[in-house]
């Protein structure tokens, strides 16, 4: 006999899964793009370290290299800022207590049952992952001109690394040289063969 307590377990399971579907949300370029550089392990690490250490929006970052990447050169000043007043309270009001909560969950979780709290953190994965989607959502619908700018290779890797000092600036945190490696790594991941003179912002960051 099927052991009860674990179908319904699967079953509930399944049932979070569907509702944290993909297909939940609708085609979006930004996360498309977003999400296969994140995938890179080097990027991954380096976005949750600066992420931790600075309180850096890993999105915004990946948002900066899209919008150049895209075609859609350097931001303007309203942009960038319209971008991150649009995704303030969702980010501080959502994402991070879901961040902070899946951090609890990894660890100690006594006396509550350590299975129950595992398939707890499990739900809130999937929720702060779909949290982090729709805050993507938001970044794009604050550029709403097309791509029709420069495609040349060095252009646009110097529109990133603008893009990503212009946040940084406005984030106002104090930089340092192992920050402006790691920054190089993203930028260098999201414009493979790009001449290293086209990053001088980033190097000229502190």
Known sequence: MPDLKLWL????????LALFSESSFPPNQLW???????????????????QDRHGLDVNILLFCC???????GQ???????????RVADWRDNVIVPLREL?????GNT???????????????????????????????????????????????????????AAYLKLHGCHIKARDRDQLHVIWQEAFPGASVKSAVKLKNLK
């Open 9 to 16: 377990r699967e079953i509930s399971e399944g049932i979070i």
């Open 110 to 164: 006594e006396p509550a049952p350590a299975r129950l709290a595992g398939s707890l953190r499990h739900v809130i994965v999937e929720s702060e992952l779909f949290s982090e989607h729709l805050e993507v959502l938001i970044l794009s619908e604050a550029v709403d001109r097309p791509g029709t700018g420069s495609f040349d290779l060095d252009q646009q890797a110097e529109d990133g690394a603008t893009n990503i």
């Open 32 to 50: 498309d793009y977003a999400s296969r550089l994140y995938a890179k392990e080097n990027v991954r690490d380096v976005c949750l370290d600066l």
């Open 75 to 85: 931001f303007t000043e309203d942009e960038l800022t319209n971008g991150l007043e």
């Open 66 to 72: 899209w919008n150049a990447a895209s075609g859609r």
């Open 102 to 106: 899946r951090k609890y969950l990894k």
